[in-house]
C-alpha cells in the first residue's frame, strides 16, 4: 500500500497525528520523533495513567491528553494519522477502529498477534483507501545500516552465516505488561525481539525457506510467554541465519556475527538510539544516532582485522518516508505484508518450539 494522500490537509499542513499510549513505546519512540518532524503535529495523546499524562503535558504542552481511545476518535475528524504503542492485543480492534474513521496507521511491531489479524487490518485499510505500516525501527539502527553498507559494497564475499542477537541481563524482568503476558495476548521475547531480528534478516538475505526454533521461559510467571528464544533461518538465497534473543543473559554475545568467503564482520553492543531519546536527547542533537569509536565493529580476518566507521542511526527516517507516502509521493517506509512475512516466521516457530 502506498500513495494516498491524507485527507483534509494541503501539502503544506502538518500532518495531524494522535499517539495511543505513552509508556516505553509512546514516550520514548514515537512522541520524540514525531515531535521533532516538521511534517507533524503531534495533537494527542492517549493515556489513562495520571502520571503519565502529567508527563506527557509537561513535554508537549501542544498536544491534548485525553485518557482513552474513544476520547481521541471523538475528535478524529481533525486527525490524519494514529499510531498505536500498546500492547499487541489491541492492535487489531484500535487499528481496525481508526481505518473505519478514515486515519492511516502506524502499528507497533509485532503488528497483532496472529498472522489472520493481521491480514484482515491489511485487507481493512486497503478498502478504506487509508495507509497502514509498522514501525521496524531497527532497520534505521546504525549497526544495521552498516552492516547493510558493507554487504552492498561486496566486503564480506559470499555471505554463509549470519549471527545476531538481542541479549541483556535484566533478571528482574521489563516490569510492564510483557512481564506476563501470555502468548495469545502477543507476549514473549519472540514476539518482542524476534519481530525485529527476524526483519532484519529478511532485509538482508531475503525470503525464508526453512526454519527451525527454540523457546523457554525462566521468569517468574509460569503462565506467561516465552523470555528466551532461538530461531534458525535458511533464506533461499543460501545464507543461514541463527538469532538469539534473552533478556536474561549474565554474558552476551556479539550483536552481530557475519561470516562471509573475503572477511567477516564482529559488532558488539546494542544501537544507542533508545537510550538517547529515553534521556531527552532530539535528533536535532548533534550526538543523536552517533556511535562512538570504541564501539564500531571489526571487518577482517582473524589478525588482520580493522574497525569500521559507523553509519548514522537514523529512527527519524521512518516518519520522513511516511509522510512522503501520505502526501502520495513514494512508498512506506515498512510495507505491512513485510510485517505479515515477519508473523509468519513467528508462528511457525511458536507452532513447534
Known amino acids: 500500500m502506498g500513495g494516498t494522500p491524507v485527507q483534509g490537509k494541503s501539502a503544506a499542513g502538518p500532518i495531524r497525528t494522535a499517539v495511543v499510549g505513552f509508556g516505553v513505546s509512546g514516550k520514548v519512540f514515537h512522541a520524540p520523533l514525531i515531535h521533532a518532524d516538521p511534517d507533524y503535529s503531534l495533537d494527542v495523546i492517549v493515556t489513562a495513567d495520571p502520571e503519565r499524562a502529567a508527563e506527557a503535558a509537561r513535554l508537549y504542552p501542544q498536544a491534548r491528553i485525553v485518557p482513552t481511545p474513544e476520547d481521541m476518535f471523538a475528535l478524529a475528524a481533525d486527525l490524519d494519522l494514529v499510531v498505536l504503542g500498546t500492547p499487541p492485543l489491541t492492535h487489531l480492534e484500535l487499528g481496525a477502529t481508526a481505518i473505519a474513521h478514515g486515519l492511516s496507521v502506524v502499528v507497533d511491531k509485532p503488528f497483532v498477534t496472529t498472522v489472520a489479524h493481521g491480514e484482515e487490518l491489511v485487507e481493512r485499510a486497503s478498502d478504506a483507501g487509508v495507509q497502514l505500516t509498522v514501525f521496524q525501527n531497527r532497520r534505521w539502527d546504525a549497526d544495521f545500516l552498516t552492516l547493510r553498507k558493507l554487504l552492498g559494497d561486496g566486503a564480506l564475499g559470499e555471505v554463509r552465516t549470519f549471527e545476531s542477537r538481542f541479549e541483556w541481563w535484566r533478571p528482574e524482568g521489563f516490569g510492564n505488561w510483557r512481564d506476563s503476558a501470555t502468548l495469545a495476548e502477543g507476549g514473549g521475547i519472540l514476539h518482542d525481539l524476534g519481530a525485529h531480528l527476524i526483519d532484519q534478516a529478511i532485509q538482508l538475505f531475503g525470503p525464508v525457506e526453512d526454519m527451525y526454533g527454540e523457546t523457554a521461559n525462566h521468569g517468574p510467571h509460569p503462565e506467561a510467554a516465552d523470555t528466551e528464544a532461538f530461531v534458525s533461518l535458511r533464506h533461499e538465497s543460501g545464507v543461514r541465519t541463527r538469532l538469539w534473543m534473552n533478556g536474561m543473559a549474565a554474558q552476551v554475545g556479539p550483536r552481530f556475527h557475519v561470516l ?71 512508498p512506506l517506509p515498512v510495507q505491512p505484508a513485510e510485517a505479515l512475512e515477519t508473523l509468519k516466521v513467528i508462528e511457525k516457530i511458536h507452532a513447534f518450539a
Open 260 to 330: 562471509g568467503s573475503k572477511a567477516g564482520y564482529t559488532k558488539w553492543g546494542l544501537d544507542n538510539q533508545e537510550p538517547a531519546l529515553a534521556a531527552g536527547i532530539t535528533p536535532s542533537d548533534a550526538s543523536y544516532g552517533r556511535e562512538p569509536e570504541e564501539s564500531w565493529g571489526l571487518l577482517g580476518v582473524d589478525g588482520t582485522t580493522a574497525p569500521v566507521p559507523a553509519e548514522k542511526g537514523d529512527y527519524p527516517q521512518f516518519y520522513r518516508e511516511l509522510a512522503a507516502s501520505l502526501r502520495g509521493y513514494g
